[in-house]
């Protein structure tokens, strides 16, 4: 895919910033954040060349180019899945053409559901690790090794650095957040009981469909990571009750206001 990102990377040049740019990806209903962002230039999806055209309703498809409290940013507003059908080298192909346009640091969001029990909807959770549980891996293939090792080091993925920024802004504005491990599963259907049980037995305190490509690749281009779940649901498997998209996508979008203040002062401090 090097000559899918490098096409990329050259239409994007002409709105990126010589400055370079903090790496942004909002996740499911957490649109907020784009308000907040003093807009340059806003391209669709389908306008990049080789970018994929995300399909998921909540996802807008925007590369927004922009400011955030005077500090350069490229946001992507909406991201692609696994589920959608795309390939892992597809779904983080944005991650890539970030770094070649001068990204060092990456911000993620996602919407998850909430395995830990004393886990309550609609906060926030810090990721302070993860589990890859998908069914493929962005790294698998041939390695180029201009753009990082073939066998990348994962035992820091999540900047301490930055989650303690994180943390230390949370805790001056009153922010309840948690902090705990990230699963992410193929998807698209949500789990069942058993699974539930499963996943909270290996050490995940919440889980999603997202997240893990993109930062498996932004560590194997040695950006520095951070990621931040809104907990859409809770996921008791002794208590368990149908939830439907609109009703994550609304707890999503009732948090995304706090997550947007985060990632403001936080981007402001970098």
Sequence with gaps: MTSEIIQSSDFLKKFASPQGAVGIIMGTGLHQLAKSIKIRDAIDYSKIPHFPTSTVESHKGQLLFGTIEGKEVVAMQGRFHFYEGYS?????LPVRVMKQLGVSTLLVSNAAGALNPTY???ELMLIEDHIHLQS???LIGKNDSEMGPRFPDMSAPYDVFLRAAIKKIAAENSIRLQEGVYV???GPMLETRAEYRYLRTIGADAVGMSTTPEIIVARHMNM???GISVLTDVCDPDHLSPVTLEEI???AESADPILSKIV???IATL
């Design 120 to 122: 309550q909807k609609g």
């Design 249 to 251: 996508i609304a707890i």
């Design 136 to 138: 493929s891996n962005p």
């Design 184 to 186: 992410s599963v193929d």
């Design 224 to 226: 520095r990571c951070v």
């Design 88 to 92: 892992m080298q597809q779904i983080t």
């Design 264 to 266: 403001s002062r936080l």
